[in-house]
């Protein structure tokens, strides 16, 4: 199947621990993302990688990590978890285009990671 | 004021029913402008891209008014797998890779 998909999909954790969120793309895209939605439903970006090149930074805390080994892959990394980080995480990926053409830009996500800090 | 608006709802209707929802942004540099589909507990999906000239898609019918700033979606016939939760998306400069998303409206359809 071509996807986006994210590994876990449940994430229950104490606070300070460190954590991780692996996505992968089989798309051929060549723009991942990862999105927040946090309790009221607001779907905020926090990065995005364009053929492994950070592109967008937005003022996430240094404890979030991203990692783009490839362009098929984006991984999230989380040090010294927080309640407030609490929230469900979507990977995303995308073609990315200058022009509104057919398909460009538009967003393929992932079923989220569910993370629960106590 | 937030980059992209609409009102949370929820709009409760009957089976049947025309509904409409409209999206306010603030960029006027804004190109692209997309809705999003986000069922409970799932990821949003596109549901259609927004064209300058309007565009429809079955029941589904988009409208992009520049000047205003605004976006609308009309939903006809209103079916029951039509409830959900509505993201209005702009992209907020043509070469960005930034799309930003509203808070979303909620549809509930009743039998």
């Known amino acids: 199947d071509t996807a986006v998909s994210q590994t876990p999909k449940y994430l229950v954790t104490q606070m300070g621990n460190d954590k991780s969120i692996k996505c992968e793309q089989n798309l051929g895209h060549d723009t991942m993302y990862w999105y927040k939605q946090d309790s009221k439903k607001f779907l905020k970006i926090m990065f995005s990688y364009n053929n492994k090149e950070l592109i967008i930074n937005e003022t996430v805390p240094n404890r979030f990590s991203p990692k783009s080994p490839d362009k098929a892959h984006l991984n999230l990394h989380i040090n010294s978890l927080e309640l407030g980080d609490s929230a469900v995480y979507f990977c995303?990926?995308?073609?990315?285009?200058?022009?509104?053409?057919?398909?460009?830009?538009?967003?393929?996500f992932g079923a989220g990671s569910r993370l629960t800090v106590l | 004021r937030k980059e992209v608006e609409q009102d949370p709802g929820p709009f409760n209707v009957p089976e049947g029913a025309t509904v409409a929802f409209n999206c306010t942004y603030s960029n006027s540099a804004s190109q692209s402008f997309f809705w999003y589909r986000q069922d409970c507990r799932k990821e949003p999906k596109l549901l259609m891209s927004v064209y300058s000239s309007g565009n429809e898609d079955g029941r589904f019918t988009a409208q992009l008014n520049r000047a205003s700033q605004y976006i609308s979606l009309l939903i006809r016939d209103s079916k029951l797998s039509d409830s959900a939760t509505y993201l209005c998306?702009?992209?907020?400069?043509?070469?960005?890779?930034?799309?930003?998303f509203g808070s979303g409206t909620r549809l509930l359809v009743r039998p």
């Open positions: 995303a990926s995308s073609h990315f285009s200058n022009y509104a053409s057919s398909g460009a830009n538009v967003l393929t």
């Open positions: 998306v702009v992209n907020p400069e043509d070469s960005s890779y930034k799309l930003i």
